[in-house]
């Protein structure tokens, strides 16, 4: 047997490294809201299929050490002649623990890896509130958080080197 210490990975002498890891601590729904400015001459006229615009946003705070609140906001407006036939909004968070993560990593884990963990639920709040406005549900598409991510790194690139 050796007096020599041994990492994890069976290697002496050697520092054990922390592993990365993420926790979902809690997931809330923070803001909700629907308008349905038309009804109910909505439901009596049978308008045409509207036209749905979905726009997304993410954001991302630390509120203690290691621990972080993500917002997943979504908003889904109908729109038929001009009008909206109706709008949902919310916002959905979640608070995670992330440690072992090196610091030039942990923007693209807060912006692209906790986002795709609360997705679903975003996804099925947007659906049953639609439902319960009296309107087929709105099935959010899969959203691709890496290519949001990678788009508005460039952009700010873009907008430093306009800068400099």
């Known amino acids: 047997m050796s007096d020599t210490p041994q990492g994890s990975d069976g290697q002496a002498g050697q520092p054990q490294q922390s592993q990365p890891s993420l926790r979902v601590l809690a ?34 705070r630390t509120f203690s050490q290691n621990n972080f609140e993500v917002e997943l906001s979504v908003s889904a407006r109908a729109m038929a002649d001009n009008e909206a036939v109706f709008v949902v909004e919310t916002t959905y968070g979640g608070a995670f623990e992330i440690t ?14 906790c986002p795709r963990l609360l ?31 990678e788009r508005r790194k460039m952009q700010e690139a873009g907008a430093q080197s306009a800068t400099a």
């Open 27 to 60: 997931q809330y729904l923070k803001d909700l809201s629907f308008e349905n400015p038309k009804a109910p001459a909505v439901f009596r006229q049978g308008a045409a299929n509207p036209n749905i615009e979905v726009n997304v946003d993410v954001g991302a």
């Open 100 to 113: 072992g993560i090196p610091q030039d990593q942990l923007e693209a884990v807060l912006l692209v890896e």
């Open 119 to 149: 997705f679903p639920f975003v996804r099925q709040i947007v659906a049953e509130t639609t439902q319960s406005g009296n309107f087929p549900p709105v099935m959010l598409d899969p959203i691709d958080f890496f290519a949001i991510y």
